[in-house]
Nanobody, 127 residues
Framework: VQLQASGGGLVQAGTSLRLSCAAS????????MGWFRQAPGKEREFVGA????????YYADSVKGRFTISRDNAKNTVYLQMNSLQPEDTAVYYC?????????????????????WGQGTQVTVSS
């Protein structure tokens, strides 16, 4: 699976941005997908994940209620809708995938569980 993240940019606090992650290669549909981020000088942080069907999602507390993950398996694409952005959301955002074998359970927040990673897209939120 090859992943290509896009949609980052420079926005003002309080506004919204939608990131996309296009997948190609092996069967995407069985994979759970996750979003992570890494701010300068900080460790990589889990943002959220979505199951293969889109029926289950799991978010970090820091983004719950503001960010929404969705996916379109027909387009092999996962989205991260980010609302009410704050300066502390500034980071490089990465999409990642692991084969969860069509399960809607046990979505993982651990980066070590993910086998495939995109190249990252920069999100900068100004105050």
């Amino acid at each position: 699976v090859q992943l290509q993240a896009s949609g980052g940019g420079l926005v003002q606090a309080g506004t919204s941005l939608r990131l996309s992650c296009a997948a190609s290669g092996r069967a995407f549909v069985s994979y759970a997908m996750g979003w992570f981020r890494q701010a300068p000088g900080k460790e990589r942080e889990f943002v959220g994940a979505i199951s293969w069907s889109g029926g289950s999602t799991y978010y970090a507390d820091s983004v719950k209620g503001r960010f929404t993950i969705s996916r379109d398996n027909a387009k092999n694409t996962v989205y991260l809708q980010m609302n009410s952005l704050q300066p502390e959301d500034t980071a490089v955002y990465y999409c990642a995938a692991y084969d969860n074998y069509y399960s809607d359970y046990d979505l993982s927040p651990r980066g070590s569980e993910y086998d495939y990673w995109g190249q990252g897209t920069q999100v900068t939120v100004s105050s």
